[in-house]
């Protein structure tokens, strides 16, 4: 999984913002995103729960509602097309097709009243106009991919009838049926036990070798970021603090917030939610704090932290980091909980 | 499957025999009785009341009369009519289908408008559309069920006469007339009774589905089929309203006894000579053996109409197949 820094830039993301015009106040749940993704590779966004990290997702395949929105000034380019600009029906003709998604939920994100052939099928019949036969061997052939024993028979259960795992599967064969240029994947493993994880994640692993596909790798385990990722996107309070190689994320985080994730990452085959340990929470999205939006959990905050925002700035060459004094180690004490 | 058929079956003979019992108690204990018009008639002495009471068994106690009914309806006797001195079985004949036309066109009109209605707002929530279309069927659903009939009658049938303001068919003429007239009559005098209990029906089952479909949308599989490029029309018609259309099944079997009820109100307002009808005359005549009958006979409508929603249930909902 390594990819030369020549490579084809597929997805290019500028400042984009994503606010939720609620009742309580303007959440911005999504404020200041820019990354790109190369064909090929595999990107890995990686934060606590409530960082932004799906709503930028959905944000890329335009799937915001009301009172949510994608701010102007916001940019999104893939293959060199402006999202922002394009139609609402260009943007369908996008998904499933060249954007495919995987959600976190295999239990609730399949239909219950279909079964899960007819739901893979679906996807063939919208997007090459595939006749219902046809969409079906192509199903058929999808679940197969995807390591679904006994495909044949497997296409034509009801999702209720399948364990979390293989829905995961089906899921993901949904996502491949158009050969996709990139694959979002919102922790896609959560929801399942160690093992299943294991297997899925080898699943996307393969997939990419095969097909070359980009994958966007949303987590919130630096198990899965160490195992998985090529770069790594770190977010916190709806915005990117680090970005790095994931060889140079795991050397050297520059971010006080990365540091505290690595302190408190769990090794391998222990519980997932370790994450927690970063004594704190994230700040509800409609009331960052002012200057640097992690400066009350940071043990290195400072005066200038609550004055000034810090600004996302190379510290070495393509290694980003959000802070003050990136790059300035932890104290011994600080993140353990 | 079987298993379950014979649960449901078993379960609605109870129904039945608890109706039935209920009904019984019930019409000896309000007050007036048989042949009561009798009194009045010069050409009745009291003897011969007396010998009418005698002769339909009313003098005996009340749990022989009871036993000896429910006896009887077991061997499928349902007893003759005290007023019209012909066999319950031939009135309820007579009268059963015409019912069943009224009531299923109304059922069948009243759901799919009102699940496309329903439908449409959920996928415009909000907007002045919606709550136009919203204002109405609330409308529709507080002001009382003989409003709207009565509206309906002094309307379309006495002020405008577009069409008849009561029966089944042109008392005269429908005899003399060809097949397709005589059809063509009988759907003509059904326009405004039907057109009364669909908007009843319609008015529930609107806001019902509307409120099952913005259940539906924010469901995760409503998310995977946008996320698939699914069109929006598709996603809400096929994905989410399918989906949404599980809880409208269950809405249709438990709504049906106050159909039921509905529909006698609907026949007596425009004269439609079917079982509401029947069971206003003869409660009005105390004629025990026919409230007898179109109670039970109604109880029976539900108790079917129950089971095939649960038929329905079984087909529509994967989840409820094996378990
Ligand atoms: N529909 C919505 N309305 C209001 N706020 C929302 C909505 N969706 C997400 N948010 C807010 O956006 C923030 C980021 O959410 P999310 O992207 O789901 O975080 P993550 O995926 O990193 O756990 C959260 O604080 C959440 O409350
Ligand atoms: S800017 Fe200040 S508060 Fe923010 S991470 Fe750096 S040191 Fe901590
Ligand atoms: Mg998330």
Known sequence: MSTPDSARVLLSVENLRTWFHTRDGVARAVDGVSFDVRAGETLCVVGESGSGKSVTALSLLRLIDPPGRIEPGSRIAFEGRDLMTATEEEVRRLRGNRIAMVFQEPMSALNPVFTVGDQVAEVARIHDGASRRAAWDRAVEMLSLVGIPDPAARARQYPHEMSGGMRQRVLIAMALVMNPALLIADEPTTALDVTIQAQILELLTSVQERFGTAIILITHDLGVVAEAADRVLVMYGGQVVERAAVRDLFASPQHPYTQGLLRAMPRVGQGRDRLLTIPGTVPPPTAWPSGCRFRDRCPLAFDRCEREAPELTNVVASHAARCHVAGTPLPAAAASS | ?323
Not at chain 2, 85 to 107: H, S
Not at chain 2, 310 to 322: K, N, S
């Open chain 2, 1 to 323: 499957m079987r298993a379950f058929l014979l649960r449901r079956l078993a379960l609605g003979l109870a129904t039945m025999l608890v109706v039935a019992t209920a009904t019984f108690a019930l019409l000896h204990a309000a007050p007036g009785e048989p042949f009561a018009e009798l009194m009045e008639d010069p050409r009745f002495t009291p003897e011969q009341r007396a010998l009418r009471r005698k002769a339909a068994g009313l003098d005996d106690p009340l749990p022989v009369q009871y036993l000896r009914y429910i006896g009887d309806v077991v061997r499928g006797d349902l007893g003759t009519s005290l007023a019209k001195r012909r066999p319950v079985r031939a009135l309820l004949a007579e009268r059963l289908p015409r019912t069943l036309l009224l009531m299923g066109t109304a059922l069948l009109l009243g759901f799919a408008l009102g699940i496309a209605i329903g439908a449409w707002q959920a996928a415009r929530a909000g907007s002045a559309g919606d709550r136009w279309v919203g204002h109405a069927t609330v409308a529709l659903g507080a002001v009382p069920d003989f409003w709207i009939a009565l509206a309906l009658l002094l309307t379309f049938g006495l002020k405008l006469r577009w069409f008849p303001v009561g029966g089944m068919t042109e008392p005269v003429t429908h005899d003399y007339m060809s097949l397709a007239g005589r059809i063509g009559d009988v759907a003509w005098h059904l326009v405004l009774p039907a057109t009364a209990l669909t908007l009843l029906i319609l008015a529930f089952v609107a806001r019902h589905q509307r409120a099952a479909l913005l259940d539906t949308l924010p469901e995760d599989f409503v998310r995977t089929a946008r996320a698939k490029g699914v069109s929006p029309a598709n996603v809400v018609r096929h994905h989410a309203l399918r989906a949404a259309l599980l809880p409208t099944i269950t809405l249709f079997g438990l709504s049906l006894p106050a159909l039921v009820g509905g529909a006698v109100l609907i026949e007596s307002t425009f004269s439609w000579p079917g079982m509401g009808h029947l069971a206003v005359e003869s409660i009005a005549a105390r004629d025990y053996p026919v409230v007898l009958g179109v109670t039970l006979v109604a109880s029976a409508v539900v108790v079917i109409g129950g089971i095939l929603a649960d038929l329905l249930m079984l087909r529509a909902d994967p989840r409820t197949r094996h378990g």
